[in-house]
């Protein structure tokens, strides 16, 4: 049984998801008869790069092209699907890296077409090649025969020699959205007639990590384990050894509740039922980012972090499980003071007292507040979600042509963040807000000390000032 991704592979332009910027370069280049001699395929993995290869080279050999799409039913265009054309070389560097295969390129190249009008070397995960074989490969980049195009497919872009991306047209790939990896999950699922509800599917989606040849796959092992019956959150779960989400959400309540009991032997469960902790602590990232997109707020984004930094440490444990609980049990214990109240059983006592301060905070400004939800829309829609968290938390007010952004000297992360993208930031405001503005950022330390002297009035003798 042919594999799910080789199945469902595109053979032409028009089959190919995405990869617009790519897909119009080389389609331009057919059309106007001006094919580069070399080109650079860079991106991540399962993002398109072989596959597009190869339809350039039935593009190039296809004597019915229309346009730029080959006919895919000739001779030329079967045998390079099947990976037999006599003009057409497919190199793994990866394990063919040496000076001996580039050596064997390069006498063949003086050799005309045997079967169509060009010869065609696709070099995958070329960055592993020697440095040996990058100078033996070097000339042939530089002066090739008429009729030969290389193209040099990378995950890793920058352990290619500049001397060999200075010869060549590079192309760069993205990964594929969430959203068309679903779309094609959802497509495949049917044409396969694979039972299985959307949920399902748009956790392979997130677990293929913007790969398609990934989602595929995943789909083709769930699909396996389910044996016929219907797939669901649940099946995807136990066929990729997940945790699952409820047992993620609870172990984020119990750290968020200061709960180390629970939150320990959450861990522990997880260790004894044979998931990874690594990969469970992903998960919670990942969860932590859906619901900070929905409703930021510092809680959740100081937790996040604290996670971000337990992902790090994990790695330099051999006993993941001890390592885990002690993180774990630190993390909850700094919440363990901010215990929740009784009105509200999913809100910690800090968010309270924020939320409440900023409710009966009326101070004079000589400035006014800045309208920035333009901004604001700008950046939920384009996905910059670290921009758009750390205005969110700011103050932001305007004074003739000045923009200022105050920050609390308890935010320095996101104060640092947006003093690294005070260049993007100003030019963000100048092209939403239709003005000429410049940005100031600040942090604002007298704000800080009024709103906890508030909080001492509200809560006395429950909070302490240490100066």
Do not use: W
Request: proline fraction near 3%; hydrophobic fraction near 40%; charged fraction near 30%.
């Amino acid at each position: 049984m042919e594999a799910l991704y080789r199945k469902y592979r595109p053979k032409s332009f028009s089959e190919v998801i995405d990869q617009l910027q790519a897909k119009l370069v080389l389609q331009n280049a057919i059309l106007t008869d001006r094919v580069s001699h070399a080109y650079i395929f860079s991106g991540p993995r399962g993002s398109g790069k072989t596959t597009l290869a190869r339809i350039l080279a039935k593009a190039l050999n296809c004597p019915n092209r229309k346009d730029y799409e080959p006919c895919c039913v000739c001779d030329s265009c079967t045998s390079i699907d099947k990976g037999n054309h006599p003009d057409v070389l497919e190199l793994d560097a990866a394990s063919n890296r040496g000076i001996d295969e580039i050596r064997r390129i390069r006498d063949a190249v003086v050799f005309k077409p045997m079967m169509g009008s060009y010869k065609v070397y696709i070099i995958d995960e070329f960055h592993m090649l020697t440095r040996e074989a990058f100078n033996a490969l070097l000339k042939t980049l530089e002066e090739p025969p008429k009729g030969v195009v290389f193209v040099l497919a990378t995950t890793n872009l920058e352990r290619v020699p500049p001397t060999i991306v200075s010869r060549c047209q590079l192309i760069e790939f993205k990964s594929f959205r969430e959203s068309d990896i679903l779309q094609h999950l959802i497509r495949v699922a049917a044409q396969e007639r694979i039972d299985a509800d959307r949920e399902a599917l748009a956790l392979i989606a997130k677990r293929a990590s913007g790969g398609m040849r990934d989602a595929l796959t995943l789909l083709e092992q769930v699909s396996s384990y389910a044996f016929g019956e219907k797939i669901t959150v649940e099946t995807v779960e136990r066929a990729l050894g997940l945790a699952p989400a409820r047992t993620v959400r609870e172990y984020l309540q119990a750290l968020m509740n200061g709960d180390v009991k629970n939150a320990t032997e959450i861990i522990e469960k997880v260790y004894e039922d044979g998931f990874d902790l690594d990969q469970f602590v992903q998960l919670c990232l990942e969860q932590l980012e859906e619901t900070i997109a929905a409703d930021p707020s510092v809680e959740t984004i100081a937790l996040a972090r604290d996670l971000m930094n337990m992902a790090s440490e994990l790695r330099l444990f051999e006993n993941k499980r001890i390592a885990c609980k002690l993180l774990s049990m630190d993390i909850a214990m700094k919440r363990s003071a901010k215990a929740k109240t009784t009105e509200s059983v999913g809100q910690t006592v800090v968010q309270q007292r924020v939320e409440q301060v900023q409710k009966v905070e009326e101070q004079p400004q000589q400035s006014e507040t800045a309208d920035i939800s333009k901004v604001l829309e700008y950046l939920k829609e384009h996905g910059d979600m670290a921009m758009y968290v750390a205005l969110v938390q700011a103050k932001v007010s305007k004074k003739d042509n000045k923009i200022e952004i105050s920050l609390l000297p308890s935010q320095r992360f996101q104060y640092e963040y947006l003093r690294e993208k005070l260049f993007e930031l100003e030019y963000l405001f100048k092209t939403q807000l239709k003005s000429s503005v410049d940005v100031e950022l600040k942090l604002d330390e007298e704000r800080e000390r009024q709103l906890l002297e508030k909080l001492q009035k509200m809560f006395p003798g429950r909070i302490r000032i240490e100066e």
